[in-house]
């Protein structure tokens, strides 16, 4: 059983960062993909940020420039810099990791930026 447990959302002013965490605990062996998702009230989950095992990084066009994915392997964790915030970056951050067939979500932590 593999669990995903996020840290590091709150309440953040337009302009400032925030940096969330990803820890996998459990029976993990090592995850192909790491990634970040959002979903802001009455709308869709969207993708991020990705990190594959190879090193390449992937950004959704809203972030590019402000938002960092990094992965640290040894610890299975996942990392997100968040900077330069936006008022619609407001949303639950959810983690997810895997590697085929197997597919791991977190419980979300709420990001809010304030204008």
């Known amino acids: 059983q593999v669990q995903l447990v996020e840290s590091g959302g709150g309440l953040v002013q337009a302009g400032g960062s925030l940096r969330l965490s990803c820890a996998a605990s459990?029976?993990?062996?090592?995850?192909?993909?790491m990634a970040w998702y959002r979903q802001a009230p009455g709308k869709q989950r969207e993708l991020v940020a990705t990190?594959?095992?190879?090193?390449?990084?992937t950004y959704a066009d809203s972030v590019k420039g402000r938002f960092t994915i990094s992965r640290d392997n040894a610890k299975n964790t996942v990392y997100l810099q968040m900077n330069s915030l936006k008022p619609e970056d407001t949303a639950v951050y959810y983690c997810?990791?895997?590697?085929?067939?197997?597919?791991?979500w977190g419980q979300g932590t709420q990001v809010t930026v304030s204008s």
């Open positions: 997810r990791a895997g590697s085929a067939p197997f597919d791991y």
């Open positions: 990190a594959f095992s190879g090193g390449l990084t």
């Open positions: 459990g029976s993990v062996f090592g995850f192909n993909v």
